[in-house]
Every structure is written in structure tokens, then in C-alpha cells.
């Protein structure tokens, strides 16, 4: 990790929710460009580091930093405009907005008009709003949901909903992409589909990814780097390879002989 | 046999006993004696009769069509007894009336409502009579159904569209007699009623112009959509010409009573387009939004009144934005505190906002500012610049070689409602356009996404913060607008002029009109503040009839009379739900 330019670092971040310490003394980086995967046990505080991350909950101790900015303190809009995109672990689409105008609100960190210039109708706000539209056409496209564009969010099928919800983080032009279980429910087709997506994401439009991640073949497949977690601490760090090797976390966490496809070691220890 | 019939008595029985207690409610309360005499159609129909035949009617019919499609004679039967059942109720109150005095408990069953309820006869020949009535009228109402549709929906409309003109008859004579002469007015009108070969007529010129728009609607409209673009541009720029001509000749034709009930019904439509922002829009439910609409009022009051209280003897127009702005100003003062706040919490807190503001107006604290309970008197009407008469002066004097009009030029005071109704269209337009605007934009994408998950909202990039103070600003902004026209129509003001039944009104108004709609709000304002002022004898069902509307409009058609363009999607796409979450559940269940 010492020789790529972190674009994410988290230092010595801790959450506690009363007792309860979710996250500890956490220390992560996540390269520039790359693709890094967060896993874990269920309740070992991934998706509550990511909460972290994009500013739904304030960090009791250490920082957080993205891209030359400190996170701590910073507001969700606030971050999301820094440049970090994300998705939910249970779909979190405007349901009862259409695709089309969930993409929009999605690109809200790079859309500039003002209420008045709304209301007056000014050229900037009108070219702003046509040009903004096209964009969504095209995220829509890009994510293969081509003349679903008038469909409620919540009247997509399971799958494009999935899509949906990346092309709205998408839309508003991330640096870094954070998905929460982004394969979470779909079968074994649908994942490597999913993770094919993934890697374009990184390759053809230079955003870096952090997931968090159930599925093993998902997570040994594209990552480039695995932190693994329990009860809140970091308990490996490496390359797939590596992970799969460590005794800690075979222990810890795979269950015996585990190697690839989850096995039922996983939801016992949580 | 009679299983294949499929009789389930159990339904008309329900049915029955429903429509009997609806009946029997309405004579209890007395609006059935009330509008007994109130005629429709001369000697033929009279509101009474209508309200105490109606549910025997409807809900005959509501029960015939339970019956299985074919089985014609099931639901006639359906039909007959619920029917039968509506006027039991009623001759069990007949019965206890004769028996005893019931007026002790319940103060409206009077010697007259037995009389018509057993339409003048002895209390057994009456209920015989009566139960005889409503049990035809179930089986017609039954029979009704098996017109095919083609020819149901004219009648319908036709009666509809009749009993409507028959109920404003006193008001409609009144403006014909004015507008054209007092022979052509009673050449329809008898009295308060339509009279029975005009309402005939009417009923049949409206049935058969439905009859035709439904047959030849698809063709019309296919001719229409095959028109050029540029012929379709012309047509659409000519009706709404002649719209904005006919909102402009309104006064004139609407005359100085019933301007003045479009005037009321303006200042909530006003108000309406600005709770529709902050709730519709945005859904922050504000429960206190008549605070907005005093401040206005108090404003426009305190800055032009010529009384003691003022403070600077503006103008009706340079108060107008001082109005707007302190009004935005409190939505924001508001808006702050709750940011956090949600749903019920919202609604709890912006309650108790209203009625600080309407305390504090009462209070002695401002009592020296603002008059306490007795108000703000002497608010001055609006003045504007006589621009015809300046115009010809220019001309005249022009032409003569005189001096040209310079400066105080002749003005003119809005003093009737005729006049003072362009005022109220300009704000009400305004207050459209404004919101239409935001409504498309991208505050309008934001305020959605804020309505339908918040945190999702912010995480995305939606700055909350700003995004709902807007929302209470701009609506806050509105209703100061409505209530700067209400000081200055009314010229005095109280603070129980602000009670929180406004906010309750308003709030009404935009659910029956449907929420989310522009169209909604006006359609909502005119049945909830415009016809209980047509309506005025029946004021103290007032109350009761708009929990009536409310709970039927709940039951009936949740998304209101003229949904918005965002609920008729989510209601239309219900059978698409469906069949994509049975996909859902197939891809989760991989």
C-alpha cells in the first residue's frame, strides 16, 4: 500500500454506539485506482465504517481523509460532493421517483443552477437541466437499463434496481465508489456479471472501488486488496492470496477447509 | 336451483342497514326538514328529498352490483331489499316519535320531519308509503345497472349537471335577471328552482352531448393529434386566450356576490399553492401554516393602515414585497428549529407555531403594535393609477396643445370585489407560475428526493438544509401574500380571524384536491371554501360535511379529485408493481 498514492486513509478511526464499540482503532488505505474489499462477518462493523466514511455517522476518534480533504465533521452532501458515491446494503432508490429522476438527483454534487434561475427559466439553468438529462440517458444506458427510463424505481425488477442505484452514485461524477454488497441476492451469473461491471467501472472510467462483500468468489475475484474485520478490528490485511492463506482469518472467520464459496462458518460467528 | 343463484342475503343487508342509518342520520340532524323546501326543479324535486332518497339509491345500486354479472334477477333482488331496509330505520324513528316526545335528546326530530317523512299521512300509512318508495327506488337503481354503459353515463351526467344548477338556482336567477333581463330570467327560473320543462331540457341537451363526446371522443382527439404541430401550437395559444380572456371577463359576469366568494376562494387557492410546496412537494407536514398568512395580514396591516397603529402609511403596493418577504423571513425563523425534525414530530411543532403566533397577536406584549384583540382598523383597499384616463388625458391634451398629465396622476380605489378580484388573479397566477416552475426544476427533483428518503437525500449531495428552509420560504411567502389581500379586502383585522381551523382548511383542501396538483388546489378551494359560501343556509353542517367529504374522498379516491402527475403514476403502475416484485422475489430467491 506504501507505493500507490492513498486516495482514502483512515486513521486510527473508532465508532461505539453507547458500549458497544462497532469500529476500533481502525487503520485503512485504499489505493488510487484500485479495487479494495472490506470482509467480514456479519455486525463486524463494515457497513458501519462506510456510514463513517460518507458522513451518516461522526467518528469518536481518529480521521478519516479522501482525496486531501478530512472527512471528520463534514456533513453527507458535503462529502458526497468531495467526490464519494455510494450504494446501499437494502436498495435505497427514491422509489416512488422514476429512474430517470433518480439518476438526476444522483448528479446533484455536479449540478450548479439556483432556484431563482429556476423559476426565470435563465439560459445556464436551461442548458444545465437539458444537458443534465442527456447524462442521465447516458448513466442509463451505461448501466443497461436502456427504455427504463419513465419506470418507477420501484416497480424495477430486483436486479435493475442494483443497477439503478450505482448509475445514480455514478451520475454525480465519484472519485471513489463505495458498494455496499453490491452482488447481495443475485445468483452466480448475475455476479460475475456484476463484478465484470465493477472492474469497467475502475478501468474505463478511473473510479476507485471499496466493497463490502459477502460473496468469496466475488471478493477473491476482482480485489486487489482484502481487509478483513471482526468485532470492529482489523484482524488481516493483504492481497486475495493472502487472505485466503492466513490462518487468522481461516479461523477467525472462514470456518476449516473453507477456500473459495462462503461456507456456513460465517453467520455463526456473528 | 337457488345455489346456483348464488343469493347471499348477508349482502343487501349489510347494504341495507348501511344506507338506512345514513337516512336516518340525516333526519336526526335536520338538514333533511332543513332543505325539504328547498326546490331543484319546481314541483318536481326538492334538496330534501334528494338527501333522504340518495342513499337508498346509491347504495341499492352499490349492492346490486355485488351480485354476479349475469344474474340479473339476484341483484334486482339485492337491489329491492336494500331498498327495503334503507326506510326501516327510518320507520323505527317514526314509531318512537309518535310514542314519545324525542325532542328532549334529540332536538331536530320535530312534529315536521315525521310529517314528511310519512309524506303527510297517518304514522302506519306513511311508513307503508315510505318503505314502498325506497324499495322501488333500490329495484330502479338496480335496474339502472343493466342500461349499458353508452347510455348510463349521459343520464347520469345529465342529472348530475342538473341537480347542480338546480341547487345554485337562486344565485344563477339572480345574475340572468342582471345580465340579461328579468323576463329571460324568469323564463327559466321559478322561484329558487329551475323550472320543470327548463330542467327537462337542460337534462337532455347535457345527456346527449355526453352521449356524443363518448361516441365520438376517440375520433375527435385522433383528428386532433393528426393535425400539424404548428396548426396544434395555434390551437393550444387560442384556448388558453381565451381562458385568460374569460378569467379576465369574470368579474363581469360573476357580479359583485359571487366575485367576492371567488375573491375567498382566491385567497385560499393562494394560500393552498404554498402549503402544496411545503407539504406536497417537500412533504414537511406543517400543521401551523395559517401563522404565515397572520404575519402577512399583520404586515400589510401595520405598514399601510391610517389608524393609530400605523407605522408608515405605505401603499397597498409598496407594502405588497415587505408583506412577501417578512413572511418567507418567519418560514425560515420556523424552518430552523425543526430542520431535524420529522413526520409527526413536524407536524406537532409546526401546530404549536401557529397558535404562538395567534397568542402573541392577542397578547398585551404587542398589544401597542398590533391592537391586541381588537385588531388593525382602517387598512386601506389598493389604489391603482387610472392608466385609461391618463392615457386619453395624453391624448386629448396632446391633441389640444394643453399641458400633458404629470404626476399624482388620477387614481382609482379597489373597493368592490369586481375590482379587487384582478388583484387576487394576479397573486394567485403568480403563486401558480412560480411553484409550476419550481415544481419541474431541480429544487423540485430535490424536495421529491427529500420526501422520499432523507438521508439518501443528503448522502447524494442534497443540501438539506437549504433545500427545506426553501421550501418553508417560498410557502411561507405565498401565504404572506394571501394574507396582506385578506387585511386589505376585509380593511380590519383580528387575530380570531387566525385560528387554527385555517391551517386545517387549507390543509384539507390540498388532500381533496389532490397532492402534489396546481389544478388540485383550486378544485379543492372552490368545494371546500367556495360552496359552503353558495351554500350558506346549510352553514352549520359545514363542519360535518367536510368530515364526511374527507373520510368518503379517503375511502373513494385517496389521491384526490385532480391528482398530481407523480400520484396518478404511483397508483397507475400498481398491477406493474406487482409483477415486477414477483420477479424480485424470483431473482432473490436464485
Known amino acids: 500500500m506504501t507505493e500507490q498514492t492513498a486516495i482514502l486513509t483512515a486513521t486510527n478511526v473508532t465508532k461505539r454506539?453507547?458500549?458497544?464499540?462497532?469500529?476500533?482503532?481502525?487503520?485503512?488505505?485504499?489505493?488510487?485506482?484500485?479495487?479494495?474489499?472490506?470482509?467480514?462477518?456479519?455486525?463486524?462493523?463494515?457497513?458501519?465504517?462506510?456510514?463513517?466514511?460518507?458522513?451518516?455517522?461522526?467518528?469518536?476518534?481518529?480521521?478519516?481523509?479522501?482525496?486531501?480533504?478530512?472527512?471528520?465533521?463534514?456533513?453527507?452532501?458535503?462529502?458526497?460532493?468531495?467526490?464519494?458515491?455510494?450504494?446501499?446494503?437494502?436498495?435505497?432508490?427514491?422509489?416512488?421517483?422514476?429512474?430517470?429522476?433518480?439518476?438526476?438527483?444522483?448528479?446533484?454534487?455536479?449540478?450548479?443552477?439556483?432556484?431563482?434561475?429556476?423559476?426565470?427559466?435563465?439560459?445556464?439553468t436551461l442548458r444545465e437541466e437539458k444537458k443534465a438529462v442527456e447524462d442521465a440517458l447516458h448513466w442509463l444506458r451505461f448501466v443497461g437499463l436502456v427504455g427504463k427510463g419513465d419506470f418507477l424505481a420501484k416497480n424495477l425488477p430486483y436486479g435493475d434496481q442494483r443497477r439503478l442505484e450505482i448509475a445514480r452514485a455514478l451520475a454525480g461524477k465519484p472519485?471513489?465508489?463505495?458498494?455496499?454488497?453490491p452482488t447481495a441476492g443475485m445468483?452466480?451469473?448475475?455476479?460475475?456479471?456484476?463484478?465484470?461491471?465493477?472492474?469497467?467501472?475502475?478501468?474505463?472510467?478511473?473510479?476507485t472501488i471499496l466493497l463490502i462483500e459477502h460473496d468469496m468468489r466475488v471478493v477473491m475475484g476482482i480485489s486487489e486488496r482484502v481487509t478483513v474485520l471482526d468485532y470492529g478490528m482489523e484482524i488481516a490485511e493483504g492481497t486475495p492470496e493472502e487472505i485466503q492463506r492466513n490462518p487468522r482469518v481461516i479461523e477467525a472467520y472462514l470456518g476449516r477447509g473453507a477456500a473459495t464459496g462462503l461456507g456456513a462458518g460465517k453467520a455463526v460467528n456473528a | 336451483m337457488v345455489k346456483s343463484w348464488d343469493i347471499d342475503l348477508r349482502i343487501p343487508l349489510r347494504f341495507g342497514l348501511i344506507a338506512g342509518l345514513i337516512a336516518?342520520?340525516?333526519?336526526?340532524?335536520?338538514?333533511?326538514?332543513?332543505?325539504?323546501?328547498?326546490?331543484?326543479?319546481?314541483?318536481?324535486?326538492?334538496?330534501?328529498?334528494?338527501?333522504?332518497?340518495?342513499?337508498?339509491?346509491?347504495i341499492a345500486s352499490m349492492a346490486a352490483k355485488q351480485a354476479n354479472q349475469d344474474k340479473k334477477l339476484v341483484s334486482l333482488l339485492y337491489g329491492l331489499v336494500t331498498g327495503f331496509l334503507t326506510a326501516i330505520p327510518l320507520i323505527i324513528l317514526i314509531a318512537m316519535a309518535t310514542a314519545f316526545d324525542l325532542r328532549q335528546f334529540m332536538p331536530n326530530v320535530s312534529p315536521a320531519l315525521i310529517e314528511l317523512l310519512t309524506f303527510g299521512r297517518s304514522p302506519v300509512a306513511g311508513s307503508l308509503i315510505l318503505l314502498g318508495v325506497t324499495s322501488l327506488m333500490g329495484l330502479l337503481?338496480?335496474?339502472?345497472?343493466?342500461?349499458?354503459?353508452?347510455?348510463?353515463?349521459?343520464?347520469?351526467?345529465?342529472?348530475?349537471?342538473?341537480?347542480?344548477?338546480?341547487?345554485?338556482?337562486?344565485?344563477?336567477?339572480?345574475r340572468l335577471r342582471d345580465l340579461v333581463s328579468v323576463d329571460f330570467s324568469r323564463a327559466i327560473f321559478e322561484g329558487k328552482a329551475l323550472k320543470t320543462i327548463i330542467a327537462a331540457g337542460l337534462f337532455a341537451f347535457v345527456a346527449v352531448l355526453n352521449f356524443l363526446w363518448n361516441q365520438f371522443q376517440e375520433p375527435i382527439r385522433g383528428a386532433f393529434g393528426s393535425l400539424p404541430p404548428r396548426l396544434t401550437r395555434v390551437l393550444r395559444v387560442l384556448v388558453i386566450l381565451v381562458l385568460i380572456a374569460l378569467g379576465l371577463l369574470i368579474p363581469t359576469i360573476a357580479g359583485t356576490y359571487l366575485s367576492e366568494v371567488i375573491n375567498n376562494v382566491g385567497i385560499f387557492v393562494l394560500m393552498g399553492l404554498g402549503l402544496n410546496i411545503v407539504v406536497g412537494f417537500a412533504g414537511l407536514l406543517d400543521l401551523g401554516y395559517v401563522a404565515f398568512f397572520a404575519i402577512g395580514a399583520y404586515s400589510m396591516a401595520v405598514f399601510t393602515t391610517e389608524g393609530p397603529l400605523g407605522v408608515s402609511n405605505m401603499s397597498f403596493w409598496a407594502a405588497i414585497p415587505f408583506c412577501i418577504v417578512i413572511a418567507a423571513f418567519a418560514g425560515i425563523v420556523l424552518g430552523v428549529p425543526v430542520l431535524r425534525m420529522r413526520g409527526d414530530y413536524l407536524a406537532i411543532v409546526?401546530?404549536?407555531?401557529?397558535?404562538?403566533?395567534?397568542?402573541?397577536?392577542?397578547?398585551?406584549?404587542?398589544?401597542?403594535?398590533?391592537?391586541?384583540?381588537?385588531?388593525?382598523?382602517?387598512?386601506?383597499?389598493?389604489?391603482?393609477?387610472?392608466?385609461?384616463?391618463?392615457?386619453?388625458?395624453?391624448?386629448?391634451?396632446?391633441?389640444?396643445?394643453?399641458?400633458?398629465?404629470?404626476?399624482?396622476?388620477?387614481?382609482?380605489?379597489?373597493?368592490?370585489?369586481?375590482?379587487?378580484?384582478?388583484?387576487?388573479?394576479?397573486?394567485?397566477?403568480?403563486?401558480?407560475?412560480?411553484?409550476?416552475?419550481?415544481?419541474?426544476?431541480?429544487?423540485?427533483?430535490?424536495?421529491?428526493?427529500?420526501?422520499?428518503?432523507?438521508?439518501?437525500?443528503?448522502?447524494?449531495?442534497?443540501?438539506?438544509?437549504?433545500?427545506?428552509?426553501?421550501?418553508?420560504?417560498?410557502?411561507?411567502?405565498?401565504?404572506?401574500?394571501?394574507?396582506?389581500?385578506?387585511?386589505?379586502?376585509?380593511?380590519?383585522?383580528?387575530?380570531?380571524?387566525?385560528?387554527?381551523?385555517?391551517?386545517?382548511?387549507?390543509?384539507?383542501?390540498?388532500?381533496?384536491?389532490?397532492i402534489g396538483s396546481l389544478p388540485g388546489v383550486v378544485v379543492g378551494s372552490i368545494i371546500l371554501v367556495g360552496m359552503p359560501e353558495l351554500l350558506r343556509e346549510f352553514k352549520e353542517y359545514r363542519l360535518l360535511m367536510y368530515g364526511i367529504l374527507l373520510v368518503v374522498m379517503m375511502l373513494a379516491r385517496p389521491e384526490g379529485f385532480i391528482p398530481s402527475a407523480v400520484k396518478r403514476r404511483e397508483m397507475l403502475t400498481a398491477d406493474e408493481q406487482m409483477q415486477a416484485s414477483a420477479e424480485t422475489e424470483s431473482a432473490a430467491g436464485d
Not at chain 1, 175 to 181: A, I, P, Q, R, V
Request: with cysteine; aromatic share 10%.
Open chain 2, 141 to 174: 337503481a338496480a335496474a339502472f345497472d343493466f342500461l349499458p354503459k353508452f347510455i348510463q353515463r349521459p343520464l347520469l351526467m345529465g342529472l348530475i349537471v342538473t341537480l347542480t344548477i338546480g341547487i345554485f338556482s337562486e344565485i344563477l336567477s339572480n
Open chain 2, 350 to 514: 409546526t401546530l404549536g407555531f401557529g397558535e404562538i403566533i395567534r397568542i402573541l397577536a392577542l397578547s398585551d406584549l404587542l398589544k401597542p403594535y398590533i391592537g391586541g384583540a381588537q385588531g388593525v382598523l382602517k387598512i386601506p383597499k389598493p389604489t391603482i393609477i387610472n392608466f385609461f384616463a391618463v392615457i386619453r388625458d395624453f391624448f386629448v391634451n396632446l391633441f389640444r396643445g394643453l399641458p400633458l398629465p404629470k404626476a399624482p396622476f388620477e387614481t382609482i380605489d379597489l373597493i368592490k370585489p369586481e375590482q379587487f378580484y384582478y388583484i387576487v388573479l394576479a397573486g394567485c397566477a403568480l403563486a401558480w407560475f412560480v411553484s409550476w416552475r419550481l415544481g419541474e426544476s431541480r429544487l423540485g427533483r430535490q424536495w421529491m428526493a427529500v420526501r422520499e428518503d432523507e438521508d439518501v437525500a443528503e448522502a447524494v449531495g442534497i443540501k438539506l438544509v437549504s433545500t427545506k428552509l426553501l421550501a418553508f420560504a417560498v410557502g411561507a411567502a405565498f401565504s404572506g401574500l394571501s394574507g396582506a389581500f385578506f387585511a386589505s379586502k376585509l380593511t380590519s383585522i383580528f387575530p380570531h380571524s387566525f385560528k387554527l381551523d385555517i391551517s386545517i382548511n387549507v390543509l384539507c383542501l390540498i388532500i381533496i384536491g389532490g
Open chain 2, 24 to 58: 336516518l342520520m340525516e333526519s336526526v340532524i335536520g338538514i333533511v326538514t332543513l332543505s325539504w323546501e328547498r326546490s331543484l326543479v319546481a314541483n318536481v324535486v326538492t334538496m330534501g328529498q334528494v338527501l333522504l332518497f340518495a342513499p337508498a339509491i346509491v
Open chain 1, 17 to 124: 454506539f453507547g458500549g458497544l464499540v462497532a469500529v476500533s482503532e481502525f487503520d485503512f488505505d485504499v489505493p488510487k485506482d484500485s479495487i479494495v474489499s472490506i470482509i467480514g462477518p456479519n455486525g463486524a462493523g463494515k457497513t458501519t465504517f462506510f456510514n463513517c466514511i460518507s458522513g451518516f455517522y461522526e467518528v469518536d476518534e481518529g480521521t478519516i481523509e479522501f482525496d486531501g480533504n478530512v472527512l471528520n465533521h463534514r456533513s453527507p452532501d458535503m462529502i458526497a460532493r468531495t467526490g464519494i458515491g455510494r450504494t446501499y446494503q437494502n436498495i435505497r432508490l427514491f422509489t416512488n421517483m422514476t429512474a430517470i429522476e433518480n439518476i438526476l438527483v444522483g448528479m446533484e454534487p455536479i449540478l450548479h443552477s439556483t432556484w431563482i434561475g429556476a423559476i426565470l427559466h435563465t439560459p445556464g
Open chain 1, 187 to 207: 445468483n452466480p451469473m448475475e455476479s460475475a456479471e456484476m463484478m465484470r461491471f465493477i472492474r469497467q467501472l475502475r478501468d474505463d472510467l478511473g473510479i
Open chain 1, 175 to 181: 472519485k471513489l465508489l463505495l458498494l455496499d454488497e
